[in-house]
């Protein structure tokens, strides 16, 4: 019961926040679960991807922001990112012991989080955007989508700093390529892992848990109601709140 709320609660809030529906998931399966990080890291992919399509369904009801020619290097950077940071992460977890791994990820977690936090808060106001081709959103995608197939992760935050720098976007059109990156790049970590593992899913128990939470806050976070209840301090709480969970998983790991 425990994974359906946290997973409900960390899709609800991830979304209407714009911080991503697993950017608080992921830190906090570390913390409580006893699962291995491979394990968790099937489960925050597929949370991500079910808050992700649903996501989709109703972003498709809208006139498309982005042109469909970068859609489609969007689309094709980050599926291939996620090929590649999933071969990347079994590669890594099998290298390394479990509190190191821990520690590594949480720490790049941690990185990841902080840094657009640290550019939206302070660094926008000296770092001008620099309105470069939007051909450059495919490297975005291949870079993003690797590292949030890495960690298991949309990566949301990252997407929305690195296009309002590169791009000068505006909020609709860097939460449109935020989505468009999160959806294939956990497909095409998807991919890989259902490969990897012989088309079976572990923990498939509590996948049965995680998926319903995903599904539930995803809908409710859809609801125009509820987004008008969500106030900018709900996303900074939640932004620190991920931010902290994080750093407690890093001293856990050092202690061990």
């Known amino acids: 019961m425990i994974y359906l709320l946290l997973s409900a609660v960390s899709a609800f809030f991830g979304l209407t926040s714009g911080l991503g529906p697993t950017t608080l ?42 042109h469909p020619d970068e859609l489609i290097l969007l689309a094709v950077g980050a599926v291939l990112g996620g090929l590649l940071g999933d071969l990347a992460s079994a590669r890594f977890m099998s290298m390394l012991p479990r509190s190191t791994a821990m520690l590594m990820q949480n720490a790049l977690l941690f990185t990841l989080i902080a840094l657009p936090a640290i550019y939206f808060h302070s660094l926008s106001r000296t770092l001008l955007p620099i309105g470069t081709s939007r051909l450059l959103s495919f490297p975005v995608a291949l870079s993003v989508g690797m590292l949030g197939s890495f960690l298991a992760f949309g990566a949301e ?35 890989a892992l259902l490969i990897r593992q012989r088309m079976i899913l572990p923990d498939t128990g509590i996948l049965l848990w995680i998926l319903p939470g995903a599904l539930i806050g995803a809908l409710l976070a859809m609801l125009p109601g509820f987004q008008r209840m969500i106030s900018g301090k709900v996303g900074q709480i939640l932004l620190r709140l991920s931010l902290f969970t994080s750093l407690l998983n890093i001293a856990a790991a050092m202690a061990h």
Do not use: H, W
Not at 31 to 60: G, I, K, N, Q
Not at 163 to 191: H, P, R, V
């Open 157 to 191: 935050p990252v997407t929305l700093m690195l296009y309002f720098f590169l791009f000068d976007a505006d909020n609709e059109e860097s939460g449109f390529a935020a989505l468009t990156i999160t959806l294939f790049s956990m497909t095409g970590k998807l991919i």
């Open 25 to 66: 998931l992921r830190p906090l399966l570390d913390a409580v679960s006893p699962l291995p990080p491979t394990s968790v890291a099937t489960l925050c992919t597929m949370a991500t991807l079910c808050a992700a399509l649903v996501a989709a369904f109703f972003a498709l009801s809208q006139p498309l922001p982005l």
